[in-house]
């Protein structure tokens, strides 16, 4: 189980935060069809990561979607 309140998530949710602004400023960028899938399934994971605590609170596992 992570440890939420812990220093080194703290580290990690702002390093998820900052590549997640990048992704975004990205996706506004035009790119091809399959570019802009690819930049969506990585804001879709890292907002996911940026989720696990919520998720950890509402009882609800982490297992990947199918």
């Known amino acids: 189980m992570l440890d939420f309140s812990s220093p080194s998530w703290h580290q990690i949710r702002k390093w998820i935060q900052d590549e997640l602004e990048k992704a975004r400023l ?3 960028a035009v790119l091809d069809q399959i570019q802009t899938a ?3 399934g990585e804001i879709k994971v890292l ?3 940026l989720d696990l605590p919520n998720q950890a609170t509402r009882g ?6 199918d």
Not at 60 to 65: F, G, L, Q, T, Y
């Open 26 to 28: 990205r996706n506004d």
């Open 38 to 40: 690819a930049l969506r």
């Open 47 to 49: 907002k996911r990561i």
């Open 60 to 65: 609800v596992a982490a297992e990947p979607e």
